[in-house]
């Protein structure tokens, strides 16, 4: 019957031979170079099999999809300055806060020249550019912001009234500066419209809280 093994440390290697093999001077070398053989071997082949199990995950960007997202980036941003300086237009004749007409100030000097910095990328890229003219007149509704029906009602509004509607209304709007500048820093390629969303995603961000402010004033 084998005695247990349990619990006893492991042999050393190569000290217990079988009848029949050499002698631990003429084997030892020989095992020891095919052992040192193996073992390099054993590596290189492990490391390949590893380097083969695990595929790169770069992926480069695709020129054409960068160059798509950067201009329809730029011209989303346009129309959204456009349609901001008609809401800030708007404040400016019916809010009375200082608070609220400070903010007003403020978002109509920064969108003005955001409208005019994307412009310009858009002139260099030699992507059509949107023209806009007077800005800050309003005719029945602003697209996207707000329709006929609501204008109207902002229009006959008191200045209490009005600048909670617009306050409300300015950080629903801004909202979506925000979100066009985080689609462009994930999707862009551009250097200088990547700059430009991360200017405009800290500005509108800073407007947003401004607002806030206010409306708590």
Same mark, same amino acid.
């Given at each position: 019957? @084998? ?12 000290? /217990?031979?079988?009848? =029949? /093999?050499?002698? !631990?001077?003429?084997?030892?070398? /020989?095992? $020891?170079?095919?052992? %040192? ?13 590893? =380097?083969?199990? @695990?595929?790169?995950?770069?992926? $480069?960007?695709? !020129? ?8 329809? *980036? ?5 129309? &959204?300055? &456009? ?20 903010? %007003?100030?403020?978002? #109509? ?24 003219? =007077? &800005?800050?007149?309003? =005719? ?21 009234? *009005?600048?909670?509607? *617009? ?5 629903? &709007?801004?909202?979506?500066? /925000?979100?066009?500048?985080?689609? #462009?820093? %994930?999707?862009?390629?551009? !250097?200088? $419209?990547? @700059? ?18 206010? @409306?708590?004033?």
């Amino acid at each position: 019957m @084998r005695a247990s093994t349990r619990g006893r440390p492991a042999a050393p290697a190569f000290v /217990v031979r079988a009848p =029949g /093999v050499a002698a !631990p001077g003429v084997a030892a070398p /020989v095992v $020891a170079a095919l052992l %040192a053989a193996s073992l390099l071997t054993g590596c290189g082949g492990s490391s390949g099999a590893v =380097g083969a199990a @695990r595929p790169s995950t770069a992926v $480069a960007a695709d !020129p054409a999809a960068t160059r798509q997202q950067d201009v329809a *980036f730029a011209t989303a941003l346009a129309e &959204h300055h &456009h349609q901001t300086l008609q809401l800030v237009g708007l404040a400016a004749e019916k809010a009375e806060s200082t608070e609220v007409l400070d903010l %007003a100030g403020r978002v #109509q000097t920064a969108s003005d020249a955001g409208l005019r910095e994307v412009q310009a990328l858009l002139e260099g890229w030699g992507e059509p550019v949107p023209h806009i003219e =007077g &800005h800050t007149d309003l =005719g029945d509704s602003i697209p996207g912001v707000l329709d006929a029906e609501a204008l109207a009602a902002l229009r006959a509004s008191g200045p209490a009234a *009005f600048e909670t509607t *617009f306050l409300a209304t300015l950080a629903t &709007h801004q909202a979506k500066a /925000v979100a066009l500048a985080e689609r #462009q820093q %994930a999707s862009g390629g551009d !250097p200088e $419209a990547l @700059r430009v969303a991360a200017a405009t995603r800290e500005e509108t961000k800073a407007q947003l809280a401004d607002r806030a402010a206010a @409306r708590a004033g």
